[in-house]
């Protein structure tokens, strides 16, 4: 059993939401670009109020109702890309929640996040698709998300209610805890599952039904 990942002091820096506007020059149908809200915000089961998606094929649903993004690692994305250091800050990697405190190797999958009232669970990791490049203008962005896995994570809404920036975020409870979030983050973008990872994706408790599907289907193949 791989040792348990501690989880740090947390706390929600801001909440953002997005309208359905022109991405890029290729004006790209996407609410990618949020802003943070001044007060509190309400999350339901869906999201939070306000926030919109282009796309409800690949974006929203249950398994994709809150995107949190470490703000820490925008400090690495800065070192990384100094040209486009200036744009890096929270919310702009199209973030609901940007959060100060944990990253991946501190998360495990099924994780369950208090956020005073609300309790969200870690399910997926994010896949960056091209809109992650036409927001910077660097075609080179998401295939460098997927190389060093700094992907944030998608939250499924347990119990709804309103969250205000600055609000501690605390680790209520850790079904798996010993299945690394940064694990499933390797699986999902380079599929180096063993068959005991696939067997207990298949039915690990919090995972996003999709993967678990897959998983299944890796299985049975």
Known sequence: MSPQPSFPEARLVSVH????????AEREPSAFVKGALAGPAEITELGVVG?????????????????????RHYAAWSADYPELAGKFAAGAFGENLAIDGPVEADVCVGDIHAFGEVRLQVCQPRQPCFKLALRFEAPKLPKAMVQNGRSGWYYRVLTPGRMEPGVAMSLEARPNPDFAFARLIEIVNHGSASESELRRLATMEGLAEKLRRKAAESLAG
Do not use: W
Request: net charge negative.
């Open 51 to 71: 926030d919109a998606q282009a796309d409800r094929s690949v974006h929203g649903g249950p398994d994709m109702a809150v995107y949190a993004y470490p703000f």
């Open 17 to 24: 939401v997005g309208r359905i506007g022109a991405l890029g």
